[in-house]
Each structure stands twice: as structure tokens, then as C-alpha cells.
């Protein structure tokens, strides 16, 4: 038997949410099976709060602990500072690409139609840019009559400072 309280479901809900249904190790990202756990062991806070408390699938779960290849309280901890910063910043399309970047270390560039309203902030905060049309053959691109250039969709490639964002995320390093 245990004196273990129940996670309340408001709260698991919450911590899935922030998330994204998903492993919160964005190497991982992993949908299912998931685990909420503390960073602080609950038998030393004896209380469940959100702060700390992460999503994790079974298998990075097994991982926490100390030493090589381990998630301990310190990663722990900028997986979750990591989550709350990206979460409330980018929207899900925008949240997509930074994975896609995460996870295809060689892509030099993603299509993307060429309705920046969708993915605004990862533009204005210069982590992405829009590639010249003659760099993308695939983008589908024209003239108007009047000189001026459309594109139906255009490249976009991470910048610098986008680069030096999806390494973080790649080695889980604190992204402040």
C-alpha cells in the first residue's frame, strides 16, 4: 500500500497539454505510451505541482537517473523550462517546424505557403527566412504584370540564430 496521492486528472491534463500529447524530450517526442513524473521525487516534495512535474514516455522514464545517457533533475528541469517557452510562444504550425528542423538535421530548407500569418513569430523573431525563389525549384513563383513577384510557396531556412535554437532543442540544452 501507499499514502501516494492520486494525480488529479486537471492537472495531468494540464502537464499533457504543455506537452503536446507527447514525451516532452524533444529528441523524443514520442506519443505513447506516456508517464507524468516528478523532477523533485514526490517521496521528498510529497505534493504533485505542476513546476514539477514532466510528460515522458516509458522509455526516456527509465532514463531518469544519474550519469551517461541519463535525464536527471538538471535536464529535467530545461526540458520543462524548454516546453513552457516554446509552447507559449509558436503555435502548432510554427512548434512543427522547429521539429522538423530537430529532427532532419540535414534539411537546408522546408515549403511552407507563402502566408507568413501562419508562422509569423518564428519570422519575427529571425529564426526563419524566406529563401529567394530562384533557390527553391520547387516553389511555385511568377511575375505579375506590374513587376511585382508571388510566391504560392517558398522555402524557408532556419537563420543563425534559428540554428543555434534547434541545436538546443537537439541536445536538450536550455534554450534562455
Same mark, same amino acid.
Given at each position: 500500500?501507499t499514502?501516494?496521492? %492520486?494525480?488529479?486528472?486537471?492537472?495531468q491534463?494540464?502537464l499533457?497539454?504543455? /506537452?503536446?500529447?507527447?514525451? /516532452?524530450v524533444?529528441?523524443?517526442?514520442? /506519443?505513447? %505510451?506516456?508517464?507524468?513524473?516528478h523532477?523533485e521525487?514526490?517521496?521528498?516534495?510529497?505534493?504533485?505541482e505542476?513546476?514539477n512535474m514532466?510528460?515522458?514516455?516509458?522509455n526516456?522514464h527509465?532514463?531518469?537517473?544519474?550519469? %551517461?545517457r541519463?535525464?536527471d533533475?538538471?535536464?529535467?528541469?530545461?526540458?520543462?523550462?524548454?516546453?513552457a517557452?516554446?509552447?507559449?510562444?509558436?503555435n502548432?504550425v510554427?512548434?512543427?517546424?522547429?521539429?522538423?528542423?530537430v529532427?532532419?538535421d540535414?534539411?537546408p530548407y522546408?515549403?511552407?505557403p507563402?502566408?507568413?500569418?501562419?508562422?509569423?513569430?518564428?519570422?519575427?523573431d529571425g529564426?526563419?527566412?524566406?529563401?529567394?525563389? /530562384?533557390e527553391?525549384?520547387?516553389?511555385?513563383h511568377g511575375e505579375?504584370?506590374?513587376?511585382r513577384?508571388?510566391?504560392?510557396?517558398?522555402?524557408?531556412?532556419?537563420?543563425?540564430?534559428?540554428?543555434?535554437?534547434?541545436?538546443?532543442?537537439r541536445?536538450?540544452?536550455?534554450?534562455?
Amino acid at each position: 500500500m501507499t499514502d501516494r496521492e %492520486p494525480v488529479p486528472a486537471d492537472l495531468q491534463r494540464d502537464l499533457m497539454i504543455e /506537452a503536446g500529447y507527447r514525451c /516532452a524530450v524533444t529528441t523524443c517526442r514520442t /506519443a505513447e %505510451p506516456l508517464e507524468i513524473e516528478h523532477i523533485e521525487e514526490y517521496a521528498t516534495v510529497r505534493k504533485h505541482e505542476f513546476s514539477n512535474m514532466v510528460v515522458l514516455c516509458a522509455n526516456c522514464h527509465r532514463r531518469k537517473g544519474i550519469g %551517461p545517457r541519463k535525464l536527471d533533475k538538471k535536464a529535467l528541469r530545461i526540458i520543462k523550462r524548454n516546453l513552457a517557452l516554446v509552447n507559449r510562444r509558436y503555435n502548432d504550425v510554427e512548434r512543427r517546424i522547429i521539429e522538423h528542423f530537430v529532427e532532419n538535421d540535414t534539411a537546408p530548407y522546408v515549403l511552407l505557403p507563402e502566408t507568413s500569418v501562419l508562422f509569423g513569430y518564428l519570422l519575427k523573431d529571425g529564426l526563419i527566412e524566406g529563401l529567394p525563389g /530562384a533557390e527553391v525549384e520547387e516553389a511555385m513563383h511568377g511575375e505579375l504584370a506590374d513587376g511585382r513577384t508571388f510566391h504560392i510557396t517558398r522555402g524557408y531556412a532556419l537563420t543563425e540564430d534559428g540554428k543555434i535554437l534547434v541545436n538546443k532543442l537537439r541536445k536538450n540544452t536550455e534554450i534562455l
